[in-house]
């Protein structure tokens, strides 16, 4: 159990353009999201927290206008990154915290989308 | 500023030994944590957490905590080529948030 889906798994798109990424709990309900990026051989870094139904809250130094988090069911968020720039390529990856299993605060994470913006 | 602190390695072992990965925190407030496996292009995949004082054993992994030195560590007993990875460690208070650490990588030689 406990799975979490990203799509799409890699994107390439020219800087300007605005690439959206899913994040599915697939087999339990989430009452939270987290969204990372992860640089070649650097740690996680935690971009937002997203809540079920109410606005992302975001990390200091991440840009809420440019990077846009919806968590509009149980199952689902999504991330905007609106134009793009070469700096944003990245691997984003989301993760979920299963509702009512909050005692111990794990959470799952997706598979990843790999950003390049050229 | 909460933090978790791993050894950035690369931790060698040879195949059939044990790897022991160690972990400090700061935050007192911490009450669960977290050993997480993420292989080189890939996201962190859950191998372990512990809330309790002292050792808590799943397969060829043990989590160990000392609450008292805001230790954990992760024993891989047998370690085996495909162990080779980043493992991360990783912190929760009882509110939202969870620190994690670098990660530490780990070389298991054939």
Known sequence: GAVVSQHPSWVICKSGTSVKIECRSLDFQATTMFWYRQFPKQSLMLMATSNEGSKATYEQGVEKDKFLINHASLTLSTLTVTSAHPEDSSFYICSARAYLVVKYNEQFFGPGTRLTVL | QKEVEQ????????????????????????????????????????????????????????????????????????SQPSDSATYLCAAATGGFKTIFGAGTRLFVKA
């Open chain 2, 7 to 78: 050894n950035s390695g690369p931790l060698s072992v040879p195949e059939g030994a044990i790897a022991s990965l160690n972990c400090t925190y700061s935050d007192r407030g911490s009450q669960s944590f977290f050993w997480y496996r993420q292989y080189s292009g890939k996201s962190p995949e859950l191998i372990m957490f512990i809330y309790s004082n002292g050792d808590k054993e799943d397969g060829r992994f043990t989590a160990q905590l000392n609450k008292a030195s805001q230790y954990v560590s992760l024993l891989i007993r047998d």
